[in-house]
């Protein structure tokens, strides 16, 4: 039952309380009109009243006890959806840590852009991997003025223009270590929203894997 179901109630038995009340009045009226001018005997005019008084206190008694119920009834499904809303709200707040959780935990660098290009979430990966200080917020900031790299602007560009996804590879620097790094740039939901998802991955052990290869085939063939 809504608040505004339970209001109608509420009113609808307030006019019942106010209509019994009102014909209890009226015998009242009635009974004493029939005694002064029509004499009636003292004792039915009694008998009227009395029924009449018994008749109106009943159904107001009814009509309040009636109310009473469905009030209890209402704060009974009140509480209930209450209950229900907080059992959500744990839910949908469980699922948020864990895939919180899971997102700092990757491996992979996640970057999520809004419109303007600002940055609405980045994980830990993706910092490390692009050389961003951990200490350093950038949500809410454009992506373009903390991370400068040429190519990465000009993918993000492109794929905000709707031309598709852009796969870029992307050499970092880092002390005296070159880390390779292959970047997706994929744009979702309405052009108008221009939403971006960056994803990053370290591609050094897999370099590492493809020299040895390379390195072992050699070997076999001059042999």
Known sequence: MTSKQ?????????????????????????????????NFSPRILVAINITAAA????????????????????????????????????????????????????????????KGDQVLLINPAAKDLLGVSESVDMVGKIFSETVRYPDLTRAIRVASSGEGSQKLKLEITD??????????VDHFGSLSENHLLITIRDETESDRKSTRLNSSHANISYA
């Open 175 to 184: 002390g005296d270590t070159i880390r390779p790094l292959k970047i997706r």
């Open 55 to 114: 008749f109106t206190g009943y159904q107001t008694y009814r009509a309040s006890l009636i109310q009473r119920r469905r009030l209890e009834e209402l704060q009974k499904n009140q509480l209930t959806e209450l209950r229900e809303w907080q059992e959500r709200w744990q839910q949908l707040l469980q699922e948020t840590q864990d895939a919180t959780s899971a997102l700092v935990r990757m491996r992979d660098g996640v970057i999520m852009l809004g």
């Open 6 to 38: 339970a209001s109608n109630r509420e009113n609808q038995l307030s006019e019942k309380i106010f209509a019994v009340a009102t014909f209890g009045f009226a015998i009242i009226i009635v009974t004493s009109i029939l005694f002064l001018f029509l």
